[in-house]
């Protein structure tokens, strides 16, 4: 899978007004250096999990008109190629620079791709940080015209992050904001989907035993658009572990799970397993010292909430007494009932939900702010088609830096190298070649904001489908276990 380098965006509508269409307008996209589906699909539809679409509508359109080039796979996509964009691009386009009312500002606030940082009050120099998140798309006022529902996060300058839902109805002008619906504080936002005019919105909020950074309890709330004002059209949800548990059948483990540990050297563990379809199992363990990780081969089973693991080989050779984990199914995480492994959080959760996995921001706030930035990083992405990219920045203590991209489908991880700068509370790291030393055709540049504790690409917003490089030690000392 190519890498992107930068993001250069070719969209020719054709004949679509700016106002859309509930059978939707669509257009053409022509492939340009470094882009890749679902990159595309988080830039232009709002998630990068909705690529997709954009496989099926420009399917669509090369049999019933010919003239755009079929992808025969996702993952191999060509510069040049010609692509058909499902019809909320557009939208999704006007979002970036929508404008809004925000009950924490005087004036109304223009979007600049996505985002705006305006003055609480005229001369104030408090500022209020607002960000687009998500989207979802459907007639919300029953005039045949396709609008947005949008989730936003208003930070007010205090300890709290303010999630709402914003309505947009398409007009001749482009999008006008119509309502917005106070989700809470900090909450966790799962998805957000849209049907017959009534928009779901699921999310994590915090229960009574919850601190308002940690949400836990899942929560939907379906809504309808009602004389411009959002309306409850069915009663909240609230599902703790027990209802759960009486509505649905037993769920299993997920594919591959993510965690990481200490080791006895330098520099730490950073453990994957996978739990395939046909009952195999593979745990890669890399020691984050450049050296080709460490795999072991068997088999799993699942019973009564608990997967069990029996390792039995490596690299084809039996083992001389097979390893057995067992470890309890608990929501998205596994957790080792003899203490043998850390516990591991599944790799959908961390890379498509955006999870933030066990870490102690504690001590990382601190050693980030005093500029030490060298170590070994871990960020969760996901991919085009299969399977997603399990992602380790290398900040070396000689200004080095090298990016390893595991896409997690049975392929050589990509290298690329560079070097890194670290600033007051910020990193840019310049990738120039790649890992055989075959040089880029343009630097790719990576600015990382420290921001409580963690990383943060300034690419994208960084609660949407940024990097989050979160530090091995972070992840190791959430949760300590033994070095093996």
């Keep these: 899978m190519r890498r992107f380098l930068t993001l250069f965006l070719l969209l020719v509508l054709l004949a679509a007004p700016a106002q859309a269409r509930a059978d939707g307008s669509s257009g053409f996209y022509v492939v340009q250096e470094g882009d890749w589906l679902s990159k595309i699909a988080a830039r232009l539809l709002g998630g990068a999990d909705r690529y997709p679409e954009i496989v099926a509508s420009t399917t669509a359109r090369a049999e019933a008109r010919g ?16 692509l058909w964009l499902p019809g909320d691009a557009l939208l999704w386009q006007q979002l970036q620079t929508a404008t809004l009312n925000s009950q924490w500002v005087e004036q109304d606030v223009t979007l600049v791709d ?10 104030s120099a408090s500022k209020v940080e607002i960000a687009l998140l998500s989207a979802t798309y459907g007639d919300l006022n029953e005039d045949g015209s396709l609008d947005a529902a949008a989730v936003m996060a208003t930070d007010p300058g205090g300890s709290g992050t303010f999630y709402t839902l914003e309505a947009f109805l398409s007009q001749e002008d482009g999008l006008i904001h119509s309502a917005t619906y106070a989700l809470g504080d900090r909450v966790g936002l799962q998805n957000i989907t849209a049907e017959d005019g009534l928009v779901t919105v699921n999310m994590l909020t915090a ?23 959002w309306v409850e059209a069915e009663a909240t949800l609230a599902l703790d572990d027990s209802a759960a548990a ?42 984050l010292n450049e050296e080709p990780p460490t795999i072991f081969d068997g088999t799993w089973q699942f019973s009564d909430g608990t997967v069990t693991v029996a390792l039995t080989s490596q690299k084809d050779e039996p083992l001389a007494e097979p390893q057995t984990y067992r470890l309890k199914l608990d929501g998205n995480t596994l957790i080792s009932q003899d203490s043998a492994l ?74 690329e190298t560079g070097t890194w700068q670290g600033g007051d509370a910020e990193v840019t790291v310049t990738l120039t070649a790649m890992g055989d030393g075959t040089s880029l055709t343009d630097p790719w540049i990576i600015e990382l904001l420290a921001t409580d504790g963690v990383l943060v690409s300034q690419e994208t917003v960084p609660e949407a489908w940024g990097m989050r490089f979160y530090a091995i030690e972070g992840l190791i000392t959430a949760d300590e276990r033994p070095a093996r």
């Design 67 to 82: 003239d755009v080039d079929l992808i025969a796979n996702p993952d191999r996509i060509e510069v040049g190629q010609r």
């Design 114 to 123: 996505g985002r705006a940082s305006v003055a609480e009050t005229q001369g």
């Design 207 to 229: 229960g009574p035993d919850d601190p308002l950074c940690c949400p836990t309890v899942l929560q939907s709330k379906t809504l309808r658009l009602q004389a411009n004002t």
């Design 246 to 287: 009486a509505t649905e059948a037993e769920p299993g483990p997920e594919w591959a799970y993510k965690g990481a540990a200490p080791s006895a050297g330098c520099c730490g563990r950073d453990i994957s397993l996978y739990l395939d379809v046909d009952g195999q199992a593979h745990l890669k363990t890399d020691y």
């Design 342 to 415: 850390p516990v591991l959080t599944a790799f959908v959760s961390l890379a498509w939900d955006r999870l933030e996995p066990p870490f102690d921001a504690t001590s990382m706030v601190a050693r980030l702010e005093a500029g030490e930035y060298t170590g070994a990083y871990k960020a969760y992405l996901p991919a085009a088609s299969c399977c997603g990219q399990d992602i380790t920045l290398y900040l070396n203590h000689d200004g080095t830096a090298r990016l390893v991209s595991d896409f997690m489908n049975g392929e050589d991880a990509i290298i």
